[in-house]
């Protein structure tokens, strides 16, 4: 490998994301113009819905999706359905995470509760939600009744174990949590990221795509990339955390050191709390509210990170997480390593399969964005 070039193979990432960030656009953008033109429907919302699906995010989550369903033998078209109902959810759950925690920042644009009002954004991400849930009833007619009802099932439990997550972390931000292990930020990251992120994905895909007949052996493969979903999550969710604070700002598309000013427990935070001796003046920097936070304490606390190598730290996890996740994707061996696009199969992009999950691993962790 050259000295600059990346440790996974870009033409594979960037040709799987690409296919299934066009085939994603255009299904919502049908999607969102039926809905619109619906006897006494109000168009101007549907517009507002367009914005963050809009803004080219990276389309992770579908493309897992559909890879792992062409892994598993599905046509790549017959999990475009519940894959634009996550990219849905994704973009709901951006809204008002976006709200719950003050950014200003998303895809390299003002956040839609800054361009908005919080009112009309709240509202956007209820009804984004809401789209979410049609694209799974229409998928009675894609995938059949067993596995539409069992992907629905499946689309509860990534939300509640978001929901707990995301509750998770807004408590230890507003009871200004002194002293956080690893293990409590993998508990809070695995709830928050890896279910909606990297789990429900890899399942919902194995489950569009598994082969009838062979149901007793979907519950020990759903398992298995459970596992996989878990480790490499962390491991991306570490790097998001990483570029928070080391990023460059216009290839991140995010407030840089935004985390510091939410107060987010990041790894990187957690650790310099535990080991610095200013963890007392770094608290109470943290309880500032993120209106009243300086430039300069942002900057004292992303320092003592860097002192106390809390930036080192954040990387080892990450790369023991990306080290376990490529172990347990070797292991999973009903997923083809590669699938050819058949005749009859409407879907385009040929690496979005078994080459792309494989990737994945590495990209995550050695991503700019």
């Known amino acids: 490998m050259a000295a600059g070039e990346a440790p996974y193979d870009a033409t594979i990432i960037n040709d799987a994301l690409s296919g299934v960030r066009t085939a994603i656009a255009q299904t919502i953008g049908g999607y969102l113009d039926a809905r619109a033109a619906e006897p006494g429907a109000y168009g101007a919302l549907y517009e507002l819905l367009r914005d ?23 046509h790549g078209e017959a999990a475009l359905t519940v894959a ?25 644009a003002e956040t839609l509760h800054r361009r908005v009002g919080v009112a009309r954004a ?3 991400g209820d009804a984004t939600n ?6 799974l009833l229409e998928n009675l007619a894609v995938v059949g009744v067993a596995k539409a009802l069992h992907l629905l099932h499946e689309i509860e439990l990534m939300a509640r174990q978001s929901a707990e997550g995301q509750a998770m972390e807004l408590d230890w931000v507003s009871d200004n949590v002194p002293a ?24 919902a895909g ?23 979903g878990a480790a490499i999550g962390i491991a991306f969710q570490i790097q998001d955390d990483l570029l928070n604070l080391v990023g460059e700002t216009e290839a991140y598309g995010k407030e840089i050191h935004g985390d510091i000013y939410e107060g987010k427990r990041t790894l990187m935070l957690n650790h310099v709390l535990r080991e610095s001796p200013r963890a007392d003046e770094i608290l109470r920097v943290l309880a500032t509210p993120r209106e009243n936070k300086t430039a300069q304490q942002a900057a004292m606390v992303f320092e003592e990170m860097k002192r106390c190598g809390s930036i080192e730290h954040g990387w080892q996890v990450a790369r023991v997480h990306a080290d376990l996740a490529a172990q347990l994707l070797a292991a999973l061996a009903f997923l083809a390593p590669a699938t050819p696009l058949r005749a009859d199969e409407a879907w385009t992009c040929h690496v979005a399969d078994g080459r792309f999950l494989r990737e994945l691993v590495n990209y995550v962790i050695y991503r700019n964005l």
């Open 52 to 74: 963050y699906p809009f803004r080219q995010g990276k389309m992770l989550r579908p493309a897992m999706c559909i890879s792992a369903a062409r892994a598993v033998g599905a």
């Open 84 to 108: 634009t109902a996550l990219e849905f959810y994704h973009n709901a759950f951006l809204i008002h995470d976006d709200i719950e925690d003050g950014s200003e920042n998303r895809r390299g």
């Open 122 to 124: 709240i509202n956007a």
């Open 130 to 135: 809401v789209m979410s849930v049609g694209l």
């Open 180 to 203: 956080l292990a690893d293990e409590d930020y993998f508990a809070m990251c695995t709830k928050k990221t890896c279910w909606y992120s990297f789990i429900t994905p890899l399942r």
């Open 206 to 228: 194995l489950i569009v795509g598994w082969p009838l007949g062979r149901d007793t052996e979907l519950a020990p493969a759903m398992e298995a990339v459970t596992s996989f």
